[in-house]
């Protein structure tokens, strides 16, 4: 069972360093040694989920991995990978496109329609508007004859 004990500033740090150094693995194309590099950042986490910042931390890096598992087309994983991502950040909207991706890459539209309902958030529903009140027109009265009107 993964704690809410947080990293240390020294194991943060590292965490960090490596997100940094694996980001630029990704951005130079080197997609499974980016992979691997998150990997090893996550470790230090252990079945930590850290504070708040290093959980929100913890779900960009499963998120990032997700990005490099499609980039590589391993759709079942990157599914992992970007649920694992919104486990940490229920609200993380880059999350939820990567792990629409991967069930399209996976199984087509069937898979991503299957799954819509954990891609949206639940809302409430708006209320109804309510009805505006009919206006009926006031008939026009009709002119009073006056003087010289004749009959």
Request: proline share 11%; net charge negative; with cysteine.
């Amino acid at each position: 069972m993964a704690s809410h004990e947080p990293l240390t500033t020294q194991e943060f740090e590292r965490v960090l360093r490596i997100k940094a150094d694996a980001n630029q693995l990704f951005g130079a194309g080197e997609c499974q040694r980016a992979l691997d590099g998150w990997t090893a950042a996550l470790q230090v986490y252990g079945d930590r989920y850290g504070s708040p910042e290093q959980r929100f931390e913890k779900g960009k890096l499963h998120s990032n991995k997700a990005e490099a598992a499609l980039k590589l087309e391993l759709y079942d994983v990157a599914v992992v990978f970007a649920t694992e991502s919104l486990a940490c950040n229920p609200v993380d909207n880059k999350a939820r496109f990567r792990r629409a991706r991967a069930l399209l890459g996976r199984g087509g539209f069937e898979d991503l329609m299957q799954a819509q309902p954990t891609l949206v958030p639940e809302l409430e529903p708006e209320p109804e508007p309510e009805p505006e009140p009919e206006l009926k027109p006031e008939p026009y009265p009709e002119p009073e004859p006056g003087p010289g009107a004749g009959g």
